[in-house]
């Protein structure tokens, strides 16, 4: 089965990696939002795409899910000891991604380029696309001003009263090269369990129409999220957070929808938004988790087209 997967963040990362042990190379394509981009001490960082990279790539660290494992922090200790701005955290290692990256972006190399590079060199067979070449930067509206999504998530810790979200550039963005047309020889898009707000809203605006099958995994497990400020963000919009609300955010783009045993309550509700459903364990704790979801999440859209 051909499938274009849209992720972002550690809980799309995750299924993204059980979907590329299961699917062959040329059966998988990662888009993943860039909507999360910053520069920071004059470099160009992309979390969501290092993420899912790392995680592919089997470097990613289990602990915060983001950065590498077996990090070490000697250059941040030293720039924090020179005054630097020391509230997002870059390792040594991880250092190297953005410097180069950089560097290339300035030599007039695309982002997309650039990623497939680093993908060849950390041994990721599969296709992992940023969703746009050109800059779109998530801003997120809360009680307290318009903060960039960086300083709201990590500087801010989340903290701030949620009112909405826009994504600047947006407009002019136009999918990277191969998103177009992984998009048009998928048989389905499963949208992986991230924030549907900052992290696949993004994508879902830059690419547009979608006129393949769409499946989604819910990120929002018992009314939580296991990580990330996604339920925050939905009661902060007045919206009680859970698997339905999730269900009903991406709707109309829906045929299947997959949430968690824990919610299997909602499954009846969820049907009547006139979409198909699957009730199973969503929660990744390891590999075999990971593994698992994607085979039944494959299973599941292959009963359903
Ligand atoms: N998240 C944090 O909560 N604190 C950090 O200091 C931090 C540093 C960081 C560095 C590189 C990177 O690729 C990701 C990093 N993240 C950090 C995660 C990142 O902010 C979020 O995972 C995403 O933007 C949300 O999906």
Not at 88 to 116: C, P, V, W, Y
Not at 128 to 153: A, C, H, K, N, W
Request: charged share 20%.
């Amino acid at each position: 089965m051909r499938i274009t997967a849209l992720a972002g963040g550690v809980g799309g990362a995750k299924l993204a990696h059980g979907l590329a042990q299961i699917l062959l190379p040329e059966n998988l394509t990662i888009i993943v939002n860039t909507g999360d981009d910053f520069e920071h001490l004059g470099l160009y960082i992309c979390p969501d795409l290092d993420t899912v990279c790392y995680t592919l790539a089997g470097m990613a660290n289990p602990e915060t899910g983001w950065g590498r494992a077996g990090e070490t922090w000697n250059a941040m200790t030293n720039l924090k000891r020179l005054g630097a701005p020391d509230w997002f955290n870059l390792g040594d290692s991880d250092l190297a991604t953005h410097i180069e990256r950089t560097r290339r972006l300035k030599e007039g190399q695309t982002l997309s380029q650039i990623m497939r590079d680093f993908c060849k060199a950390w041994g990721v067979k599969h296709a992992v696309l940023p969703m746009s070449d050109q800059p779109v930067r998530t801003i997120v509206e809360t009680e307290e001003g318009d903060l960039p999504f960086q300083e709201y998530f990590v500087h801010r810790r989340c903290e701030p009263r949620v009112q909405g979200f826009r994504f600047e550039g947006v407009g002019a963005a136009e999918p990277a090269c191969g998103a177009y047309e992984a998009l048009q020889s998928a048989e389905a898009v499963i949208i992986c369990p991230s924030n549907p707000w900052v992290s696949i809203d993004p994508i879902l605006r830059v690419i547009g129409e979608i006129d393949k099958p769409v499946f989604a995994v819910s990120p929002i497990i018992g009314g939580q999220t296991v990580k990330g400020p996604a339920a925050k963000m939905y009661r902060e919009l007045g919206i009680e957070p859970s698997a339905l609300a999730v269900a009903k955010h991406y709707r109309s783009l829906l045929t299947g929808f997959v949430m968690d045993s824990v919610d299997a309550q909602l499954a009846e509700e969820v049907q009547g938004l006139n979409m198909r459903v699957f009730v199973t364990n969503t929660l990744m704790k390891s590999l075999d988790d990971r593994m698992q979801l994607a085979k039944e999440v494959v299973r599941f859209i292959g009963e359903a087209i």
